[in-house]
């Protein structure tokens, strides 16, 4: 069994920086075999994509609302994930989810940005931005 735990969100202001953790624990998992996703939720709206990163890391995607302001990042050593969140606006406001699996349709370079290629989600947390 695997089980992702987020941490990091909170209340911030328009302009703020932010940065999201996603640790992974399980007796056999290696974040080395992975690909991993951030995906957010707001109100009332799909779950949509964030960002992702290949399985060998070397490759990464970002949702055109974000790119330049957010940054995925990993810690294969820590089976850790993070998303860095700078210059935050108010439609970044959302629940922020943790994805990750071993993207089997893909290769080591494969970025997976739909939802249902992951096979691991984390609980959710929390990012409210105000104006």
């Known amino acids: 069994q695997v089980e992702l735990v987020e941490s990091g969100g909170g209340l911030v202001q328009a302009g703020d920086s932010l940065q999201l953790s996603c640790a992974a624990s399980?007796?056999?998992?290696?974040?080395?075999?992975?690909?991993w996703g951030w995906f957010r939720q707001a109100p009332g709206k799909e779950r949509e994509f964030v960002a992702a990163s290949s399985k060998s890391a070397v490759n990464v995607a970002y949702a055109d609302s974000v790119k330049g302001r957010f940054t995925i990042s990993r810690d294969n050593a820590k089976n850790t994930v993070y998303l860095q969140m700078n210059s935050l606006k108010p439609e970044d406001t959302a629940v922020y989810y943790c994805a990750t699996g071993p993207a089997r349709g893909g290769g080591t370079w494969y970025v997976p940005r739909r939802g249902n290629e992951y096979e691991y989600w984390g609980q959710g947390t929390q990012v409210t931005v105000s104006s």
């Open positions: 399980g007796r056999t998992f290696s974040s080395y075999a992975m690909a």
